[in-house]
């Protein structure tokens, strides 16, 4: 049959249109990529004193000092409660020692009574009135044993009171990190509430962005991400580092706004090198396995289309897109 030019012309057009979408890349749907992403410690904690006025004592750090979990950093005057608890301890000692006077009476008192029953048993000159009179003896001295215990009780409840006064005045890190501003200083009072300290935890960091809606189901805490620090208008060598970590967090509530959720991760501040306030650009890798089938509210997970895929960049992010929209609108 012969072919027409019309027809002719068509069949070359769909042979160009397939071999255009044959060599057109797929579309790369197993990478998020967030830009503007925010950097901060994981914890950074303002250290309060336990007691609501006082003067401060004792500085134990200097900024830039590592601390642990539980380590004292300062104290408040304690002079006073410091005089109350060694008065306690005393008190304790002295109760221990009126235990072991006690028992001894307690003792002798039961041999006494042991010779009076052998006595009045024989009817040996012994009386039942004398009998009863060490009877008596051994009831008191059992109560009298019985008071001392109590008192001893009493005593280390007092001393552990003025030991829980003693640590009230000192002020202690609430984790691992390093101090980062010292407030108050030696000589200077405090005020309820007021922090002291501040310590930072410098190991995790905390990554924060902003997923388009069309990604929102798709991110789920645990899967892995990789930073990468970036600062507008200065070349720093942190920016060619990458930093991996997991998400942490995706946001439930959608900014009506803006059409975005925020989302967290935590990823290990390796050789301290992030710091807080640094901005980056964070992918988040939707092939990971260990994201489970938590917060997907039903989605299944992006079909991975290459291993060796590139991310794709998400137009409405965090970025500046997305932030000049909400004020737009």
């Not at 797929?26 to 007691?51: F, G, M, W």
């Not at 590592?66 to 005089?83: E, M």
């Not at 990554?207 to 620090?229: C, E, F, I, N």
Request: aromatic fraction near 4%; glycine fraction near 8%.
């Amino acid at each position: 049959m012969r072919r027409t030019p019309y027809i002719t012309g068509l069949l070359a057009s769909i042979l160009v249109g397939a071999a255009s979408i044959a060599d057109e890349p797929e579309h790369q749907s197993d990478v998020v990529l967030l830009k503007k992403c925010s950097i901060a410690y994981d914890r950074a904690t303002p250290v309060a004193s336990n007691s609501n006025v006082g003067l401060i004592q004792e500085c134990l750090v200097q900024p830039g000092d590592r601390v642990k979990a539980g380590q004292v950093l300062g104290r408040l005057f304690n002079k006073d409660v410091l005089a109350e608890m060694e008065v306690r301890a005393t008190a304790l000692e002295s109760s221990e020692i009126a235990i072991h006077q006690r028992e001894a009476t307690l003792e002798v008192a039961r041999a006494k009574l042991r010779r009076a029953e052998a006595l009045f048993s024989r009817r040996i000159a012994l009386s039942a009135q004398d009998f009863q009179i060490q009877q008596l003896e051994v009831k008191n001295a059992e109560l009298e044993l019985k008071a001392a215990i109590q008192g001893q009780r009493i005593a280390e409840r007092q001393l552990q009171q003025s030991k829980a006064l003693v640590a009230a005045r000192e002020i202690t890190s609430p984790h691992d990190g390093v101090v980062v501003e010292i407030y108050k200083n030696t000589g200077q009072a405090i005020t309820t509430g007021n922090p002291i300290f501040k310590v930072v935890k410098v190991d995790r960091m905390r990554v924060t962005g902003y997923l388009d809606v069309s990604d929102a189901w798709h991110v789920r805490p645990k899967q892995t991400v990789r930073v990468m620090p970036e600062h507008e208008g200065v070349d720093l060598p942190i920016e060619r580092e990458v930093f991996e970590g997991q998400i942490t967090f995706v946001d439930i509530e959608i900014d009506p706004k803006t059409r975005t959720c925020r989302v967290f991760a935590e990823v290990e501040n390796r050789g301290d090198l992030l710091r807080s306030g640094l901005d980056c650009r964070m992918e988040i890798d939707l092939r990971n396995p260990s994201g489970g089938t938590g917060g997907g509210h039903g989605l299944g997970p992006r079909a991975a289309v290459d291993t060796e895929a590139q991310p794709r960049s998400v137009p409405r992010t965090s970025g500046e897109g997305l932030a000049q929209e909400g004020r737009e609108r």
